[in-house]
């Protein structure tokens, strides 16, 4: 049971709400994010739940049985959207496109991308600067100092930037110059990491687990939402399977149940979905039309010498003609 607080409610009037709904058999967990505040009722009996509703202080109640609640659709039917500022927004009806290298690898390159973003009028740039490799030799990122270059580059360009964090110690540099935290499929539930998430003022996208359910997803987002951050987006990136044809299995069905389910935006990651350049696109065009609310893909000028997953990464043409029919994709979703 999700009860939403009145904005500025008075202490007393809430630890009289609370008194009430722990009388009714529920226990109560206070929620304050950066839009509002929340009593989560965690319960088995079964009660009426008019009796909550008209209590001094309540704006509105809602059932929601599911192990995940503030994400639910049940009780936020409009979708979230999230901010970037300067006119950016990531939403349903707003489709976001962002693109950029596996790993952040040189200022030389940092500008490139930067330039065939700009030409295309793409403003997230995505790459790595702490990057979770399977094996401790490969490169593994240029950690702060690189997005501090990106960071001022990307100022100019006028472009926002998804990185990834991989423990809470980078958060405090990483929310100076990012303008959204990726949590990596490895670390989806490190739920240290999800709780330090939901102190920060900054959006977060929350990629699925190598072998996660939906279900545990969901949950996950749940850690970041009642820990104080609402802005949160959930990316599919592929799972692991028996198949071993291509790097995962992008599950293309998570889209439309996401959807159903969440109202946090919906992100599609074609390129780790399944990890072979030729048919990142195809990937990318049917996630559209599975009702993703944006791409995520990576692209670099020389894929062949990129530093990590260049087998998987699109040049540059490849990249204009992707966006060309993302949008053209789009277009024709919106038309139907
Ligand atoms: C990435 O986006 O660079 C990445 C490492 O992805 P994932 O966590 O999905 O493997
Ligand atoms: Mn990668």
């Known amino acids: 049971m999700i009860i939403q607080l009145q904005p500025g409610i008075a202490p007393k009037q809430k630890e009289s709400i609370q008194q009430k709904v722990n009388s009714l058999g529920y226990k109560t967990t206070n929620v304050i994010t950066q839009e509002g505040e929340y009593l989560i009722g965690i319960g088995k009996s079964d009660i009426d739940i008019r009796e909550l509703g008209g209590l001094d202080g309540v704006s509105d109640i809602h059932r929601v049985s599911d192990g995940y609640k503030l994400v639910s659709r049940k009780w ?22 962002m693109s950029g290298p596996c790993s952040i690898e040189s200022e030389e390159q940092i500008v490139s991308v930067l330039q065939h973003l700009k030409d295309n009028g793409v403003q997230i740039m995505r790459g790595g600067v702490y990057k979770p490799r399977s094996s401790p030799y490969a490169f593994r990122g240029l950690g702060v100092e690189g997005l501090k270059i990106w960071y001022q580059h990307a100022q100019e360009f006028g472009i926002k930037i998804i990185t990834e964090v991989m423990q809470s ?3 405090e540099d990483l929310c100076k110059y990012a303008d959204i935290l990726q949590v990596g499929a490895r670390n989806s539930q490190n739920f240290n990491l999800l709780d330090a998430l939901g102190e920060v003022d900054k959006p977060v996208m929350l990629k699925r687990g190598i072998s996660g359910s939906l279900d545990e997803l969901l949950q996950c987002a749940e850690y970041v939402f009642s820990g104080g951050n609402e802005k ?11 198949e071993t044809a291509y790097r995962n299995t992008f599950d293309l069905n998570a889209i439309p149940i996401l959807k159903e389910k969440t109202h946090l935006p919906v992100i599609a990651d074609p390129s780790h979905g399944i990890g072979l350049r030729a048919y990142v696109e195809p990937m990318a065009l049917a996630a559209v039309m599975a009702g993703a609310d944006g791409v995520i893909y990576e692209s670099h000028a020389v894929p062949e010498k990129a530093f990590s997953d260049g087998q998987q990464t699109l040049n540059f043409a ?11 994709t789009v277009a024709l979703r919106k038309s139907f």
Request: hydrophobic letters at 35%; charged letters at 30%.
């Open 318 to 328: 490849e990249s204009d003609e992707l966006i060309r029919k993302i949008r053209a």
């Open 76 to 97: 936020k039917v409009r979708p979230t959207s999230i901010n970037l500022g300067d006119g950016v927004k990531i939403c349903e009806g707003d489709f976001a496109i």
């Open 169 to 171: 110690s980078q958060i």
């Open 232 to 242: 949160l987006l959930l990316c599919e990136r592929g799972i692991r399977s028996y």
